[in-house]
């Protein structure tokens, strides 16, 4: 973290121009309030920094994520959205030349420590990503593994009640229950990521991260997700990487615009989308960047 930051600032037009290394803008996240939340705080992330290799992607992130509600990240391409969010359950750690600093708290714990167990972690903190990704297993086995590998079954049955119940919260259970034993590669795009969210709920999450969950899918299929998505906030927290402002809009309740590495700002959905504090977040939600 470098000091000055508080009088660092950059217009438009020199965010534009990509060859300002040293005077990317930086986040005052500690010091802007819309940054923490006071209750119902899942995530705790402080002064996270990113570099792949000697290239940095975060710049001094801190952004507070709130339980049974919906956080969507929204920014241009490559400003470190995916990056951040794989901060959130240590995904980032299977990347060799990545490497994290700062510091993020679940439930008020340090989760980089060599006191937690990264794939504990995972199954703490599912993931669902971009492209539905199930296992070349049967659509049963898809979603009975990571109850199996963490031992969360006691026998036969409780392991298939735990994955019908997840079947049926993913809203996928009717379409599939007469051919549980097919392989889950064989169910269509919105199906099989339906298939993922249910294998993500299997291991009973605490949170969900959603990277762009339904840029591959149609609008019947997207709607299915979105109102999922609603659904299971009731129960745990989502974050949502998302290139569609009407999804952000939708589904969010806050909202946080990153550009170039740096959380720019972060509120509720609406204020971000109506009334937004900074040029750069209003340039990108009227479509003039990104
Ligand atoms: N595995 C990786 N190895 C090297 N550099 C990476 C890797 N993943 C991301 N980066 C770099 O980190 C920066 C942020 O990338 P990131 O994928 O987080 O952006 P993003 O906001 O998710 O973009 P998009 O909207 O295109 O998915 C980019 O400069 C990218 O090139
Ligand atoms: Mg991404």
Redesign the pocket.
């Known amino acids: 973290m470098e000091p000055n930051m508080s009088t660092e600032y950059l217009d438009i037009a020199n965010l534009e121009n990509s060859n300002v290394e040293q005077g990317r803008p930086r986040s005052e996240a500690a010091e802007t309030p819309d940054i923490t939340l006071d209750t119902d705080l899942k995530f705790r992330a402080r002064n996270i920094d990113v570099f ?1 290799d000697t ?1 940095q ?1 975060l710049f001094d992130v801190s952004l507070d994520i709130g339980d049974n509600a919906i956080t969507a990240l929204i ?1 241009p ?7 951040f969010l794989r901060c959130l359950n240590r995904m980032n750690d299977v ?1 060799d ?2 490497r994290v600093t700062g510091s993020v708290e679940l439930d008020g714990d340090e989760i980089y420590t060599d006191k937690v167990d990264p794939v504990l972690l995972r199954a703490r903190v599912g993931m669902v990503f971009q492209k539905p990704n199930p296992f070349p297993k049967s659509i049963f086995d898809n979603v009975a593994y990571g109850p199996k590998i963490h031992g969360l079954a006691a026998d036969k049955t409780e392991l298939e009640e735990i994955v019908v119940n997840s079947l049926k919260k993913a809203g996928l259970f009717d379409e599939v229950k007469d051919r549980l034993a097919e392989p889950g590669t064989g169910l269509s795009g919105g199906q099989q990521q339906r298939l993922c969210i249910a294998r993500a709920i299997a291991t009973q999450p605490e949170a969900i991260l959603m990277d762009e969950p339904c840029s591959a899918l149609d609008p019947i299929a997207t709607a299915r997700i979105e109102e999922l998505m609603g659904e299971l906030k009731e129960s745990l927290a989502i974050v949502i ?1 998302t ?1 569609s402002m009407q999804q952000a809009a939708r589904v969010s309740q806050r909202t946080a615009f ?1 550009h170039l590495g740096t959380l720019v700002e972060c509120g509720e959905t609406e204020q971000i989308f109506t009334n937004p504090h900074d040029d750069r977040t209003q340039s990108y939600i009227t479509g003039r960047i990104g």
């Open positions: 792949y290239n992607a920014g391409s490559g400003c470190g959205k995916t990056t990347i030349i990545c990487v290139h990153f």
